[in-house]
T-cell receptor, first 115, second 112 residues
Framework: GQQLNQSPQSMFIQEGEDVSMNCTSS?????WLWYKQDPGEGPVLLIA?????ELTSNGRLTAQFGITRKDSFLNISASIPSDVGIYFC???????????????FGQGTILTVHP | GAGVSQSPRYKVAKRGQDVALRCDPI?????LFWYQQALGQGPEFLTY????????KSGLPSDRFFAERPEGSVSTLKIQRTQQEDSAVYLC??????????FGPGTRLTVT
């Protein structure tokens, strides 16, 4: 099935560093979501974006909905050990009055933080 | 408040057996989704319910896969005559509005 292009695939950083990851699509989305998944658990919603150009923060996390509506970015500032996990972007597109937000996911970015 | 729950968390099935995976969505959430997550990959859409109506089943990989939500709350994903390629984590998500989806912990299915 279709998946978004998410990069980088993995990152190894020192505690306190900032992290950036991005996601691109060949098609337009109306909604971008960013999730974090820990081993053996389901994805946890971090940030939701609904408008092209929108910049939204959640604590040390900041995400942007790209102007072209085909990309999104996630930044994590001052990383800490508990940021370790897999980060997924997900997009959805709807048209007309009936919408249900079927999500298309990226392949994930594996983040490792060294203390 | 309670989140999405799924059971069982782990299921081992012999090839050819039928399995049933259960999802209890967040109370009041109209929308319910099933996704399949292969090892090292992002989740992939299987099917969508709005209340008890199954509005999209385009992601179900074969006619061995069947999902239902008869009363618009609990949902069951059934896989008949399991095959090794069915081994994956099956995730359920619910949403009040369909835009922000909240996931359960998943059921890890291993077919031997």
């Amino acid at each position: 099935g279709q998946q978004l292009n998410q990069s980088p695939q993995s990152m190894f950083i020192q505690e306190g560093e900032d992290v950036s990851m991005n996601c691109t699509s060949s098609s337009i989305f109306n909604t971008w979501l960013w999730y974090k998944q820990d081993p053996g658990e389901g994805p946890v919603l971090l940030i939701a974006l609904y408008k092209a150009g929108e910049l939204t923060s959640n604590g040390r996390l900041t995400a942007q909905f790209g102007i072209t509506r085909k990309d999104s970015f996630l930044n994590i500032s001052a990383s800490i050990p508990s940021d370790v996990g897999i980060y997924f972007c997900a997009g959805s597109y709807y048209a007309g009055g009936t919408s249900y937000g079927k999500l298309t996911f990226g392949q994930g970015t594996i983040l490792t933080v060294h203390p | 408040g309670a989140g999405v729950s799924q059971s069982p968390r782990y299921k081992v099935a012999k090839r050819g057996q039928d399995v049933a995976l259960r999802c209890d969505p967040i109370s009041g959430h109209v929308s319910l989704f099933w996704y399949q997550q292969a090892l090292g990959q992002g989740p992939e859409f299987l099917t969508y319910f709005q209340n008890e109506a199954q509005l999209d089943k385009s992601g179900l990989p074969s006619d061995r896969f069947f999902a239902e939500r008869p009363e618009g709350s609990v949902s069951t994903l059934k896989i008949q005559r399991t095959q090794q390629e069915d081994s994956a984590v099956y995730l359920c998500a619910s949403s009040r509005s369909s835009y922000e989806q909240y996931f359960g912990p998943g059921t890890r299915l291993t077919v031997t």
